[in-house]
């Protein structure tokens, strides 16, 4: 009994290995999912074909071209005994250089070939997938059929330096597209106008620091400049974080919040009545039972039931995430925060997107007397350099007895993509109404 599936029609396996040749690009890219050599495994329906397929493979790995028919007929002389088998494998070599490119349908054959592939994938995907399904490690199943449909036949070869005209094109793009304030102007000007898409931001702080005060604050800032904010929380509640955000917004206390609905209905109005304001939604999970899949998976469901597509993800925070694949150690603090780190970059990468989170300073950087030392960087990250090391930008907040006393913090810049660093910006806090006012550089 086969255990792989077959090419869907005969009349395929011919054209692939004539088209192949035809074509180097094609058969490069189907190449890693079709050959079978080293096992019995056959995915042409003539095990002839796939022998053949193998050749070529074999001999385009070794010398980078595909083998001219003479080479071909030589190989298939040399290794083939039976004297039938080795008739019938010189005849697919004829006829393999005897095809015309007219007699192809190219775009026909290679959308056919994909989906086979594809289907194929998944296939071995799921098979594989049986011990981690009956151990319940769904992440690791989720993640390995994700990257069974990514078969790339993408037809971008990328772009020539020599090209100056759509390089500059692609550079203004950079910039006019995707940005997004931050609605802090010294934060857009270190971060080159804003936040940018496919790359990931991290803000450490020390337990109670204000990483939530700060991720909340842009959260308020973007969706109040249009845009489609999604934020996780882990740790603080749906209903404080919604508190937070009233008060904010409404600039009333908590206890005014609860007392008089009214004006905060009206206060809430005017607010969203004077701009174009966006959306923002917040999604609570509990604490490292969550990973980038179960994200994705809301996301999606955001996109087919509300047709909401977020504009930034703001992830509350990424130290109290979980890996994929639940077999991964979190003892390896380095390698599995870094993986954790990889796995949400993904997420912006899919959706074309920046992403946000938080850490933790560790106590090296907290102050005797409460607060922070007076300067904080990445060497107090809590068990997570390798979150250091993936993100592309990472601030440290720094607020010591003396700054929390006057209601006061500074952002340090402690990595940036384009090296603007070691620069700290300074913040007023209203407490009472979880809001910050950047106020200059240090």
């Known amino acids: ?9 005969d ?36 095990e002839k074909n796939q022998r053949m397929f193998n050749i070529i493979s074999k001999f385009y790995m070794k010398y980078k071209n595909f083998p001219k028919r003479t080479v071909l007929k030589a190989i298939i002389d040399k290794i083939e005994k039976d004297s039938e088998i080795k008739f019938l494998m010189l005849s697919i070599a004829d006829k393999i250089y005897e095809t015309s490119s007219n007699e192809i349908d190219q775009e026909w ?4 070939v994909k989906n086979f592939i594809m ?16 151990g319940r490690n769904f992440g690791a199943v989720v993640e390995r059929i994700q990257n069974a449909v990514r078969v790339n036949f993408d037809k971008d070869l990328g772009l020539s330096i020599l090209d100056i005209d759509e390089s500059i094109r ?6 006019e597209e995707a940005c997004i304030d931050s609605g802090y102007q010294h934060i857009n000007n270190l971060l080159d106008g804003g936040f940018h898409p496919k790359e990931i931001y991290c803000v450490a702080a020390i337990p109670g620091g204000g990483k939530t005060l700060f991720l909340g604050n842009l959260a308020l800032n973007m969706f109040l400049s249009g845009k489609k904010v999604l934020v996780y929380t882990f740790e603080t509640s749906t209903e404080r974080t919604l508190m937070r955000y009233f008060s904010n917004m409404a600039g009333m206390g908590k206890k005014d919040i609860l007392s008089s609905e009214d004006t905060l209905r009206n206060r809430l109005k005017n607010v969203y009545n004077m701009t174009d304001v966006g959306d923002l939604i917040i999604k609570e ?10 994200l994705m998976a809301n996301i999606n469901d955001l ?15 990424i130290l109290i995430m979980r890996a994929n694949d639940k077999k991964l150690s979190s003892e390896d603090t380095y390698n599995y925060y870094k993986k954790v780190t990889e796995e949400l970059r993904n997420i912006g990468k899919s959706l074309y997107i920046p992403i946000v989170t938080a850490c933790q300073i560790n106590r090296e950087g907290m102050a005797d ?15 997570s350099r390798g979150i250091y090391d993936t993100v592309d930008v990472f601030w440290t907040i720094i607020q010591t007895s003396s700054d929390k006393t006057n209601e006061k913090f500074s952002l340090y810049f402690d990595k940036s993509r384009n090296d603007k660093t070691g620069v700290k910006i300074s913040f007023d806090i209203d407490y009472e109404h979880m809001k910050i006012e950047e106020k200059g550089i240090l």
């Open 1 to 9: 009994m086969d255990t792989n599936l077959k090419l869907p029609t």
């Open 11 to 46: 009349i395929l396996e011919p054209m692939i290995l004539a088209y192949s040749r035809m074509n180097p690009s094609f058969f490069l890219k189907i190449n890693k999912y079709l050959d079978t050599n080293g096992t019995r495994k056959s995915y042409f329906n003539d």
């Open 109 to 112: 054959l290679e959308e056919e």
């Open 119 to 134: 289907e194929t994938q998944v296939y071995e995907a799921i098979i594989e997938s049986q011990p981690d399904i009956e």
């Open 170 to 175: 692609r550079i203004k793009r950079l910039d």
């Open 285 to 294: 999970y509990n604490a490292n039972e969550v990973c980038s899949n179960d």
């Open 303 to 317: 996109k087919m039931y509300q047709d909401f597509v977020p504009d930034i993800v703001i992830v509350d925070y």
């Open 369 to 383: 007397k409460g607060g922070s030392k007076a300067q904080v960087t990445s060497k107090n990250i809590s068990e």
